[in-house]
């Protein structure tokens, strides 16, 4: 793809306003949500991220694809956006782990972009006006036209789009993180049986299962749909509530089975989405932000300790709807102090709004998966002693 064999295509947004570019990917019409990432590294694991499904994604770095893309980068089977917004694209790639060129890896898959837009200016909307449905096209240049078939396209609160990326049958994942890029935890006990981890997929990332493979556990990946008896036949160490799509408050079936699993007072580890859902189940609230968080900078903590971590969310919870006496806030985004992590008083569970792994993103909060195999472990210990 050069400049001159480039075919024109429009953004246009809900509320009216346009940006003229270049089409490169997949040609059509696309319409979603209009989001921003912030990010300067990862884009292939944003694109195959399930929590972006729905989602057309604007790169605030200006130049996308001079790495290209991998098999080893993908989080899921396939790019989960609708669309993507960028303001300059490499065609040539110049990576030694390069397999194919970004456009081409698009058009593959069915997605549609636009670049040579101001991706500064259309940031700065967003940031003011707040995430708004958006739509690319190559096909239709009529701006009129993309508009009026916007009005027909639902907004994001309300929607349940975990049922769109949650596994269809359950599997068990072995493979660790390649020694090369992961953080190295300390090593598990060669005399201590696994830690067996149930995984409830809301939309999970591959270098999640990745990284509590590479602490020693046995992961069992189960659909969203999954009764609590199921999973409680696995005889589960701890619960794993994953990151996912879309609006947490309408997934109505989750919070009644984390709710059920609750009772029976497993060690319960829960992120983004899954951060949500474990809110909802204890009583909480959530709503929706402006225009979300979503990049790898984002600084989270509390009295004097501070993590910079990796987000992509367009909810949270609603820090007056917790319960005190049952819940403590351990983190805040330090942004705006939003709720971004929360643990029990009583039961062995806590959550944050962030990827822990990392990927992409800094490590700073890697320790959050050997947190949960440590209270997995002392958990074991007391059931096995009340056993004799």
Avoid at 166 to 185: D, F, G, K, Q, R
Avoid at 236 to 250: E, H, K
Wanted: glycine fraction near 8%.
């Amino acid at each position: 793809m050069t400049f001159l064999e480039a075919k024109p295509a429009l953004l246009v947004l809900a509320d009216g306003s346009v940006y003229r570019g270049w089409s490169f990917g997949a040609a059509g019409t696309i319409l979603g949500e209009v989001v921003f990432n912030t990010g300067m590294t990862g884009y292939q694991e944003v694109l195959t991220d399930p929590s972006y499904r729905g989602q057309i994604v604007t790169f605030t770095y200006p130049e996308l694809g001079n790495t290209g893309v991998n098999p080893d980068d993908d989080e899921s089977p396939h790019p989960q956006v609708s669309g993507v917004i960028a303001r300059n694209i490499c065609p040539l790639p110049s990576n030694w782990r390069a397999t194919q060129s970004l456009p081409s890896y698009l058009e593959n898959h069915g997605i549609p972009g636009i670049y040579g837009i101001d991706t500064r200016a259309l940031t700065r909307k967003i940031r003011s006006l707040g995430a708004m449905n958006g739509a690319i096209s190559s096909d239709i240049l009529d701006a009129d036209e993309l508009l009026r078939q916007l009005q027909t396209v639902p907004a994001m609160e309300g929607l349940n789009l975990v049922r769109d990326v949650t596994t269809a049958a359950v599997y068990e994942w072995t493979e660790a993180s390649n020694p090369i890029w992961a953080v190295s935890p300390p090593a598990a006990s060669a005399h201590e049986p696994p830690l067996t981890v149930v995984a409830i997929d809301f939309g999970i990332k591959r270098n999640i299962l990745r990284r509590l493979a590479s602490h020693g556990c046995r992961v069992i990946v189960v659909p969203v749909t999954t009764s609590p008896e199921t999973i409680l036949s696995y005889t589960p160490d701890g619960i794993f509530l994953s990151n996912g799509p879309g609006d947490p408050a309408a997934v109505a079936e989750a919070p009644a089975l984390i709710r059920a699993l609750l009772n029976h007072r497993l060690p319960t580890f829960g992120i983004c989405m899954g951060h949500q859902i474990l809110g909802l189940s204890l009583g909480g609230k959530t709503f929706k932000l402006k225009f979300g968080h979503r990049g790898l900078n984002q600084p989270c903590g509390l009295q004097r300790q501070v993590e910079i971590t990796s987000q992509n969310h367009g909810f949270a919870l609603d820090a007056d709807s917790l319960d005190t006496s049952q819940v403590t806030i351990t983190h805040l985004n330090l942004n705006d102090r939003t709720v971004a992590g929360i643990e029990h008083k009583q039961l062995p569970l806590f959550s944050v709004q962030y990827h822990p792994e990392a990927s992409p993103g800094p490590h700073d909060a890697d320790y959050l998966f050997q947190k949960f195999v440590e209270t997995m472990r002392q958990h074991r210990q007391k059931s096995l002693q009340k056993t004799f």
